[in-house]
């Protein structure tokens, strides 16, 4: 008895919170891939001389967060043990997850294996936030320092068995009509300085899309690979409707420009590419367009790459221009009015590198030495994979307090942590869960297959066309007959999930 009341009472509280919350119009949500809290801390010592002094240390929620799979399957973990982990140095090295696994849970909420995108264990596809945004109306954006179609902007805006099929991911991205900005590296035609190759390598987009997007330039996207042309949008001088800005470079914007670095900044930066900073005012510049709002995700994803070749100038750089990024939107967003309509959420997918300070005594968990203001601080990479480590975990804006209630587990070291599923989890709660068709490649017009990226785990799905069900049409796939439905139809799928029906926004098959 006494139990049902606490239960009553509980709900009750959570009820009048609800009632008092402030839904978000926009919310931006930055990832700092392969961050941690040691490698943050190192930023700070150099930039600052002193921890905590970044953007991030003024955020009213400061939490942290776990990462760990749905499954062990391809090295991962399904749990963290604050107590195995603080008595185990070599515990979180043992398994882990890697950035689709932790994009898709972000993402969609879902946990799932290492490799996979947007799909759960099961490999149904899970409606992302990029599509609940869309569903409630409001304009979308995916910016990174590192291929467009990489694993973590993926798990917003995707939904593959794998990670490798980047050409794929790439497709789903741009021809889905599901996002209006894109940006980030993975360009076929330039070398990791930024210097144009004779043969085009083809990995993150392939050559009948890029074709695509050269010729239809104006039609749907603005593509552009000139820095400039970000500029202008970023400023205001050009307001395209949408814009893929294609920076042209490799794999990534700086990380792997040529030489190796002893301090941050000493090789100089390619002047030709836009930065993370740059790029992402120019989404929100294109993205606040409309007056129904927008979700936006910004990713520092060569702070991944830097941990991994221990790289830390490199990484101390690539942070740096993360808190630049975080720094100049905030600025952006408060001159324009849009601050406290605004949720911003800055998290990282996992740790990588397992950053420590310099051992003493036989203790390996120490802190990194702080040794001032522009000098490099001391500290040792222990892995050159990812960790199992928990994140730190950052929230402003409307409905922030929100993370506090997924926070309900403790580390001994780091205080109260929620786990990285749960951040799609309370968007869906704020904006509202939605189910939406996509398909898997939207080029090809010949023989379509309809996909439905499902609100829950477990549902019961029925495809319509214009508005009429389709006799015997349940299953996740549907192959749409072109002889029988033209491009014009107007597909949708109603999805059950117990109780409650979603119904997905209309789709029709041929991308023009
Ligand atoms: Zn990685």
């Not at 993150?204 to 400039?228: A, G, M």
Request: net charge negative; hydrophobic share 40%; proline share 5%.
């Amino acid at each position: 008895m006494r139990n049902i009341f606490l239960i009553f009472s509980v709900l009750a509280l959570s009820f009048s919170a609800t009632a008092q919350q402030v839904k978000p119009k926009n919310i931006i949500v930055f990832i700092a891939d392969g961050g941690g809290y040691n490698q943050m801390m190192c930023t700070d010592y150099y930039l600052y001389g002193k921890y905590p002094a970044s953007p991030l240390s003024k955020f009213p929620v400061q939490l942290s967060m776990s990462t760990y799979n749905g499954s062990l399957v391809r090295y991962g973990a399904t749990c963290y043990d604050s107590r195995a982990f603080w008595t185990n140095f070599n515990y979180a090295m043992a398994g882990f997850t890697e950035s689709a696994a932790s994009g898709t849970a972000l993402g969609t909420g879902v946990k799932t294996h290492n490799d996979q995108i947007g799909l759960d264990l099961n490999g149904q596809p899970i409606s992302n936030l990029v599509q609940v945004a869309r569903a409630k109306g409001k304009k979308t954006g995916l910016v990174t320092t590192v291929p467009f179609s990489h694993a973590t902007p993926a798990g917003f805006g995707a939904h593959t068995l794998t990670r490798r099929d980047m050409t794929i991911i790439a497709r789903q991205m741009l021809f889905s009509g599901e996002l209006d900005v894109l940006a980030g590296a993975g360009n076929p035609w330039f070398d990791n300085a930024g210097n144009r190759i004779q043969k085009g390598v083809f990995k993150s987009i392939d050559s009948v899309s890029y074709q695509y997007l050269l010729h239809n330039r104006t039609s749907q996207w603005f593509f552009t690979e000139s820095r400039d042309e970000i500029q202008k949008i970023a400023t205001g001088a050009s307001s395209p409707k949408k814009f893929f800005y294609l920076a042209p470079v490799a794999q990534t914007l700086s990380q792997m420009r040529p030489d190796s670095s002893v301090a941050p900044f000493d090789i100089p930066i390619n002047s030709s590419l836009s930065t993370l900073a740059e790029m992402s005012i120019a989404a929100v510049n294109v993205l606040d367009n409309d007056t129904s709002g927008f979700f936006l995700m910004v990713e520092g994803g060569a702070i991944d790459w830097a941990n991994h070749e221990n790289e830390l100038p490199r990484l101390i750089e690539e942070y740096a221009g993360f808190y630049n990024a975080i720094d100049s939107v905030i600025e952006f967003l408060a001159k324009t009015g849009q601050l406290n309509q605004t949720l911003i959420v800055v998290t990282s997918d996992h740790e990588c590198g397992y950053l420590w300070g310099p051992e003493l005594d036989g203790n390996k968990f120490t802190e990194p030495v702080n040794n001032g203001k522009g000098k490099m601080p001391s500290a040792v990479y222990y892995s050159d994979n990812h960790s199992n480590a928990l994140i730190p975990f950052f929230a402003m804006g409307p409905s922030s307090e929100i993370f506090y209630s997924y926070a309900d587990e403790t580390d001994s070291a780091r205080g109260a942590y929620l786990t990285n599923s749960e951040v799609a989890q309370s968007v869906k709660m704020l904006w509202g869960n939605t189910a939406y068709v996509f398909e898997a490649d939207p080029l090809n017009n010949e023989s379509p297959v309809l996909s439905i990226a499902l609100p829950c785990q477990q549902a019961k799905v029925q495809w319509y066309a214009n508005g009429k069900a389709i006799e015997g049409e349940t299953n996740m796939q549907f192959l749409v007959r072109t002889i029988v439905y033209s491009p014009e139809t107007q597909f949708k799928c109603e999805v059950t999930c117990g109780s409650t029906i979603f119904v997905s926004p209309n789709y029709s098959y041929r991308y023009e």
